[in-house]
């Protein structure tokens, strides 16, 4: 677990979604590639060099955080497939900005416990 001074350091628009919903570097390439478009699974790995098994399991992830969203396309002769898009950056932002705050007051709340319990000097 790094320390929240390392994730000060560390921290910077490339680095928040791994700070904020766990996701590796290969994950976020993933979600920025869909930000401008709606692709399947099979341009994915094609586009990053990368084998559809593990764009299939980056996209798990990436749904399970709720980063991306999955849409049912149905071909006219029948059968469909899947594409995947990203939330907006911009949805994200404000979902993350909610999330810290209720943070900052757990925390301080913690904090504050931590000296009732521990004493101050």
Same mark, same amino acid.
């Given at each position: 677990?790094? @320390? ?10 490339? @680095? ?23 692709? !399947? ?41 899947? @594409? ?6 911009? !949805? ?13 007051? !757990?925390?301080?709340? @913690? ?5 009732? !319990?521990?004493?101050?000097?």
């Amino acid at each position: 677990m790094r @320390t929240i001074k390392d994730s000060i350091t560390s921290l910077n628009c490339e @680095t928040i979604l791994e700070c904020f919903y766990g996701i590796n570097d290969s994950d976020a390439q993933i979600y920025r590639l869909l930000i401008k478009r709606n692709l !399947k699974i099979e341009e994915i790995s094609q586009i990053l060099g990368r084998g559809e098994n593990s764009v299939y399991k980056s996209l798990q992830k990436l749904l399970i955080a709720g980063l991306v969203v999955r849409e049912k396309k149905v071909l006219p002769g029948g059968g469909y497939y899947y @594409t995947y898009r990203s939330v907006s950056p911009g !949805k994200l932002a404000e979902e993350m900005r909610r999330i810290m705050k209720e943070w900052c007051e !757990k925390v301080a709340f @913690t904090i504050n416990e931590f000296e009732e !319990k521990f004493g101050g000097d």
